[in-house]
């Protein structure tokens, strides 16, 4: 058997240079820059990355068909292409937030670090009420929501002639915000536009970035668990512009277990009574999740996976009453390599009980990187495809994926992976 088959179709034309804009110069998006610029060089493989090392069987019907690389599959902005940029109220610039985050090991970042220098910060759109842990020092100086969303699109289109940026894609790699539901203002486009003139109370940061973002024709991606998207006045805006979205929180660590696990268990119809999840992280995420109110967001997005995947009014003797439960504990000593343990209480065959336990020793950012990439080249491609408003097959990559109002969510990883891996298959024409 050939381990790398010659493709039969034709490898698609790439073509033009991408931007990527992401608010927040943190752990996760120095640690794609980096990457990036490390795979450019030629000096390590972009794992972890679908869209780069992943691939799709051309035709499913046909087991023997093509399995071309996706990259050669459909046509991605090649890394070569990729253009950085972002807004950080704190970090002055992609090496200074990787230092900080110290994910990369000295050498590491000494290989690559002007190139690091070089994607400098632009004043951030913040407001401590959001991030109670933060304080800003590059924050714009203007008070006037409005008047902060057209300094936004003023950025957007600075950074586009200055990098002679043929397309933009936005991803969100900010804070999480403190949790908040959706209010009259987030009903309407109009409602919103008003309330960004008003000032309203209940409309936070990340939905300023994501209003300019989808007004400047940017397609948007949301890495945490905020609302910023989610809402109905936003997914008018992205369809009215023609432009397409998706959220929310990168799926990475414990949930990417939670997600493989629990499929695996229903197939095998064994019971769940309960699912005991916590983490300890130090980095400046966990700080940030340490403040009550910006924990809530997090929670809310890790609890949502297990119903729709177990399905207990369906299966009530198997699901029907499960405790499930999710604790994040900020601990500095271990910085960006976050431990997730869970306790999994299962039963099978007359009733006996069982156990299982995890304890990943993970990195959170080396897991979350390149996951912006994949979404970034993705959302890309969906964007010349003329595809607007919010992308459910890139559920894939989220805890809490936006999906459309009355559909049902998708937690599934493999009934994830299929529904992107028809879509490409769509895109491929
Ligand atoms: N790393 C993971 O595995 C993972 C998984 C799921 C979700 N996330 C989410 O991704 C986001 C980024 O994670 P991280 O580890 O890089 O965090 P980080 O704290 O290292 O970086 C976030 C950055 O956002 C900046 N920021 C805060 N408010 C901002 C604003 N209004 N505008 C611009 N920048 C702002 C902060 O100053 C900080 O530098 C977090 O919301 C996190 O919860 C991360």
Redesign the pocket.
């Known amino acids: 058997m050939t381990e790398n088959p010659v493709p039969t179709h034709s490898v698609p034309e790439r073509h033009g240079r991408l931007g990527i804009l992401m ?8 640690t794609l820059i980096a990457g990036v610029i490390a795979a450019r060089n030629g000096s390590v493989a972009p794992i972890g990355s679908l869209s780069q090392m992943g691939r799709i069987q051309a035709d499913p019907a046909d087991p023997a068909s093509d399995k071309p690389l996706i990259r050669d599959f459909v046509p991605l902005a090649h890394l070569d292409d990729l253009v950085f940029g ?6 002055a610039n992609a090496l200074e ?1 990787a230092q ?2 110290n994910v990369l090991q000295g050498p590491d970042l000494a290989a690559i670090s002007s190139e690091l220098e070089g994607v400098v910060a632009m004043d ?4 401590q009420r ?2 109670s842990r ?1 304080e ?1 020092v590059r924050v714009k100086d203007l008070t006037s929501k409005w008047d902060q969303a057209m300094a936004l699109m003023d950025d957007i289109e600075r950074f586009r002639s200055e990098n002679a940026c043929d397309r933009l894609v936005m991803v ?6 403190a949790y908040s539901e959706p209010t009259e203002v987030h009903m309407s486009l109009d409602a919103f536009e008003q309330g960004l003139k008003d000032n309203d109370d209940s409309i936070a ?2 939905q300023i ?1 994501g209003y300019a973002a989808l007004q400047s024709g940017v397609p948007f991606c949301n ?4 609302l910023t998207l989610d809402f109905p006045g936003m997914v008018e805006l992205a369809e009215t512009r023609g432009v397409p979205i998706c959220g929310k ?5 414990q949930t990417l277990m939670k997600t493989l696990i629990a499929p695996g268990l229903k197939s095998r119809q064994l019971g769940l009574n309960g699912w005991f999840s916590t983490n300890i992280l130090g ?3 966990g ?3 340490d403040a009550p109110e910006n924990f809530k967001t ?1 929670e809310v997005s890790k609890l949502g996976v297990l119903g729709s995947i177990l399905e207990p009014e369906a299966n009530p003797e198997l699901y029907g009453d499960i405790e499930h439960e999710v604790r994040i504990n900020y601990y500095k000593p271990r910085g ?1 390599n ?1 431990e997730g343990w869970d306790a999994i209480d299962i039963f099978g065959w007359l009733g006996y009980e069982m156990q299982i336990k995890i304890d990943f020793l993970c990195r ?2 080396i ?2 990187a390149p996951l912006v990439l994949d979404m970034a080249l993705f959302m890309d491609l969906a964007a010349q495809r003329g595809e607007s408003g919010i992308q459910e097959w890139m559920s894939f990559y989220f ?1 809490a994926p936006q999906f459309e109002e009355g559909s049902v969510t998708e937690h599934d990883l493999f009934a994830q992976e299929r529904m992107l891996h028809a879509k490409l298959r769509e895109f491929a024409g």
């Not at 890495?223 to 905020?226: F, L, R, S, V, Y």
């Open positions: 608010p927040g110069l943190g752990a996760v998006s120095s972002g807004w950080d109220p704190i970090s937030a900080v985050a951030a759109v913040f407001d959001w991030v933060l800003g969100w790699c900010g804070s999480t915000e940061p990340s970035y890495g945490a668990p905020n929180d990168f799926k990475t660590g980095n400046r995420d700080e940030v999740l997090k960006d976050k959170d950012s897991l979350a805890k």
